[in-house]
C-alpha cells in the first residue's frame, strides 16, 4: 500500500479518489469498446487526461490494453483475416517506428484533424449509399476490394501507417483501421477477430519502444495493477452488446461511431 501512495505522488496525483473513479470508468469502457465493437470508442485515455499527463496516460493504459487483447484474441483466434493481419502489421510497425523516432516533434493536432476530417468523409459515404441501394454493384467491389492486392498494399500503406503512429501516440489508432477495414465489409466475427489481433501485436511491440521513452515505469505498471478486476466486466459487457446487433446494425453503428468520434477529435482540435 505504501508504494502505492509512492507510485501515485510520484506520478502527480493529487487526488487519489477522482483518480480511481475516472480511471475505473476507463478500463471499463476501453474493455467494451475493443471486446464489442473492435476498439470503435477510443476514450479511455481522454478520460485520464483529465487527471494524468497523456505520458502517465499512455504508461498506464498498455498493461491494461494487453490483457484486453490477449482475452479478445483468445475469443477470437479461429476468426482472423491473415491476409488483411499481414498488411496492417507491416505498416502499423512501421508507423510505431514512426511514432517512436519522432515521439517528441510529432504533432498530434495536425495527425487528429486529418484523421478526424477522413472520419466524417468516410462516415459521409456510407451513409449516402445507404440511402441509394441500388448501387449494388459498388458494394459487391467494397467486398471484393481485398482480392486487388495492388490496391489493398495502397491502402494498408495509408490507413494501417496512420494507425500505427496513432496508436503510438495517442491510443487513437483505431479510427484509421476502421476506415482500412470496413471497406472490406467482413463478418462483424472476422472484423471483430482481426482488429483484436491486430492491437494485440501492436501494443505489445510498444513495451521496449516505451520503456525507451520512459513512458512505462515500475510506477505505472503498480497503478495497472490496481486497475485490473475492471477489465473482465467489461469485455463480458462488450461481448453481451455485440451479440445484440445484426451485421446491418453493427456497421451503422461502427459507423455513427466513427462520425461522432471524428467531429469530437475535429472539435478539440478546432476548440
Same mark, same amino acid.
Given at each position: 500500500?505504501?508504494?502505492?501512495?509512492?507510485?501515485?505522488?510520484?506520478?502527480?496525483i493529487?487526488?487519489?479518489?477522482?483518480?480511481?473513479?475516472?480511471?475505473?470508468?476507463?478500463?471499463?469502457?476501453?474493455?467494451?469498446?475493443?471486446?464489442?465493437?473492435?476498439?470503435?470508442?477510443?476514450?479511455?485515455?481522454?478520460?485520464?487526461?483529465?487527471?494524468?499527463?497523456?505520458?502517465?496516460?499512455? !504508461?498506464i493504459?498498455?498493461?491494461?490494453?494487453?490483457?484486453?487483447?490477449?482475452?479478445?484474441?483468445?475469443?477470437s483466434?479461429?476468426?482472423?483475416?491473415?491476409?488483411?493481419?499481414?498488411?496492417m502489421?507491416?505498416f502499423?510497425?512501421?508507423?510505431?517506428?514512426? !511514432?517512436w523516432?519522432?515521439?517528441?516533434?510529432?504533432?498530434?493536432?495536425?495527425?487528429?484533424?486529418?484523421?478526424?476530417?477522413?472520419?466524417?468523409?468516410t462516415?459521409?459515404?456510407f451513409?449516402?449509399?445507404q440511402?441509394r441501394?441500388?448501387?449494388?454493384s459498388?458494394?459487391?467491389e467494397e467486398r471484393?476490394?481485398?482480392?486487388?492486392?495492388?490496391?489493398?498494399w495502397?491502402?494498408?500503406?495509408?490507413?494501417?501507417?496512420?494507425?500505427?503512429?496513432a496508436?503510438?501516440?495517442s491510443?487513437?489508432?483505431g479510427?484509421?483501421?476502421?476506415?482500412f477495414?470496413?471497406?472490406f465489409?467482413?463478418?462483424?466475427?472476422?472484423?471483430?477477430?482481426?482488429?483484436?489481433?491486430?492491437f494485440f501485436l501492436?501494443?505489445?511491440?510498444?513495451?521496449?519502444l516505451y520503456?525507451?521513452?520512459?513512458i512505462?515505469?515500475k510506477?505505472?505498471?503498480?497503478?495497472?495493477?490496481?486497475?485490473l478486476?475492471?477489465?473482465?466486466?467489461g469485455v463480458?459487457?462488450?461481448?453481451?452488446?455485440?451479440?445484440l446487433?445484426t451485421?446491418q446494425?453493427?456497421?451503422i453503428?461502427?459507423?455513427?461511431?466513427?462520425?461522432?468520434?471524428?467531429?469530437?477529435?475535429?472539435?478539440?482540435?478546432?476548440?
Amino acid at each position: 500500500m505504501t508504494e502505492l501512495f509512492e507510485a501515485l505522488t510520484l506520478m502527480n496525483i493529487t487526488n487519489p479518489v477522482l483518480f480511481y473513479v475516472l480511471a475505473l470508468s476507463a478500463v471499463l469502457t476501453t474493455a467494451i469498446s475493443k471486446a464489442g465493437f473492435g476498439g470503435a470508442v477510443a476514450i479511455g485515455i481522454p478520460i485520464l487526461l483529465l487527471v494524468v499527463t497523456p505520458r502517465t496516460a499512455l !504508461g498506464i493504459t498498455l498493461p491494461i490494453l494487453l490483457l484486453i487483447d490477449v482475452w479478445v484474441v483468445f475469443f477470437s483466434k479461429n476468426k482472423i483475416d491473415f491476409l488483411l493481419l499481414l498488411v496492417m502489421s507491416v505498416f502499423g510497425f512501421f508507423g510505431h517506428a514512426v !511514432g517512436w523516432y519522432f515521439f517528441d516533434y510529432i504533432s498530434n493536432d495536425a495527425l487528429i484533424f486529418f484523421i478526424s476530417g477522413m472520419s466524417l468523409l468516410t462516415a459521409f459515404l456510407f451513409f449516402k449509399r445507404q440511402l441509394r441501394p441500388e448501387r449494388l454493384s459498388s458494394k459487391k467491389e467494397e467486398r471484393d476490394e481485398k482480392h486487388n492486392l495492388t490496391r489493398l498494399w495502397l491502402r494498408g500503406g495509408v490507413w494501417c501507417t496512420l494507425s500505427g503512429i496513432a496508436s503510438f501516440v495517442s491510443v487513437s489508432g483505431g479510427i484509421p483501421l476502421q476506415i482500412f477495414l470496413l471497406a472490406f465489409r467482413l463478418k462483424r466475427s472476422v472484423y471483430l477477430g482481426s482488429a483484436g489481433a491486430f492491437f494485440f501485436l501492436l501494443n505489445l511491440s510498444k513495451v521496449p519502444l516505451y520503456w525507451d521513452l520512459d513512458i512505462l515505469s515500475k510506477e505505472t505498471f503498480l497503478i495497472s495493477l490496481t486497475l485490473l478486476p475492471a477489465i473482465p466486466f467489461g469485455v463480458l459487457l462488450g461481448r453481451l452488446i455485440g451479440r445484440l446487433l445484426t451485421d446491418q446494425q453493427f456497421y451503422i453503428f461502427m459507423h455513427v461511431i466513427l462520425g461522432l468520434v471524428g467531429f469530437q477529435l475535429l472539435y478539440g482540435v478546432l476548440a
